[in-house]
């Protein structure tokens, strides 16, 4: 109840103008009782936010044609992954990056990175599947081209730094400048 109530004020306010308060008055329970299920604000939101993005993942994944070259499968993927959060106001959270980077580092703190990898075996074992085939260098290690694929899906968060004018042109020329190097020397 707590959960659902959140996420619909979380939707309708924002994170920022959404308290507590709000939370345990439109659930009609009291403030204590939020307490014995989450230790904050921030914690709830970021579940919620976990929730909606490996929904998300979900999505993208089934529509994704994975007989497709390296490159067309990761564009889309970017390409869905962009349009899934525009169009959920939960995810959206993410380009208020001052409030989101206190929350994703307070729930990196108490729950490990780890937790943030969303499908992560799936998109491994699709790279391993074309290391062997032959369409991505077999000579750098799965889990490292996994930690370039993130590393470049990290630098979102850098997007205010870069501007918001360059930065979906510089991860489109990004991405197809990785896929490059995995994949032109492949074999």
């Known amino acids: 109840m707590l959960y659902d109530t959140a996420k619909a004020l979380f939707i309708e306010n924002g994170f920022k103008e959404t308290n507590i308060s709000a939370i345990t008055k439109t659930a009609h329970v009291a403030v204590g009782t939020f307490y014995l299920y989450f230790d904050s604000k921030e914690q709830l939101f ?5 929730e909606e993005n490996a929904a998300l993942k979900q999505r993208c994944l089934a529509k994704l044609d994975l007989t497709q070259a390296p490159l067309i499968v990761i564009r889309q993927m970017l390409v869905l992954n962009q349009e899934g959060i525009q169009s959920s ?14 929350i994703e580092k307070a729930y990196r703190d108490a729950h490990a990175l780890e ?24 000579d750098i290690d799965s889990n490292m081209i996994m930690m ?11 997007k205010d730094e870069i501007g918001m004018e360059y930065f979906p042109a510089l991860l489109d020329c990004m991405t197809e400048l990785l896929l490059k190097g995995l994949t032109e020397c492949s074999a």
């Open 46 to 50: 970021m579940e919620i936010f976990q």
């Open 89 to 102: 106001p939960i995810l959206r959270e993410w380009y208020r990056s001052d409030e989101f980077r206190k």
């Open 115 to 138: 937790s943030l990898h969303f499908l992560y075996d799936t998109f491994l074992d699709l790279v391993r599947r074309w290391q062997a085939e032959g369409t991505m260098r077999a």
């Open 148 to 158: 370039m694929f993130a590393a470049l899906i990290n630098i979102d968060t850098h």
